[in-house]
């Protein structure tokens, strides 16, 4: 698995592929959120412990519409894990680093 230094962030043409493969956590953001801004150094740190077991990617909700849409995405931030093309797991607003963790590793046990 590509390992990369920082989450990247991808658009609705990168998703289409990016998500397909593997275990995926994509952080659905928007840069006027207070929340969205809270989020991200948890988001980096949980990025830093899995990096090498999930591929993390972000995505502004402003810029892709379409995408949203179609995952029914209400507010920011929010949170979907994939694994190969199917969701697992969808949430939004403000958790603990703890709390995310938890999810990551119960799905990690089953993968």
Do not use: H
């Amino acid at each position: 698995m590509e390992e990369f230094l920082s989450i990247q962030e991808i658009n609705e043409k990168e998703f289409e592929s990016f998500y397909k493969e593997g275990l995926v956590f994509i952080n659905y953001f928007s840069e006027g959120c207070i929340s969205s801004l809270i989020m991200e150094p948890i988001i980096e740190e949980l990025f830093s412990e899995f990096n090498n077991q999930i591929r993390f990617a972000k995505m502004d909700v402003e810029n892709n519409r379409e995408i949203i849409r179609k995952l029914e995405i209400q507010k920011t931030p929010s949170f979907i894990l994939f694994k190969d093309g199917r969701l697992l797991d969808k949430f939004s607003g403000e958790r603990t680093f703890e709390e995310i963790e938890d999810k990551i590793r119960k799905i990690l046990i089953n993968f």
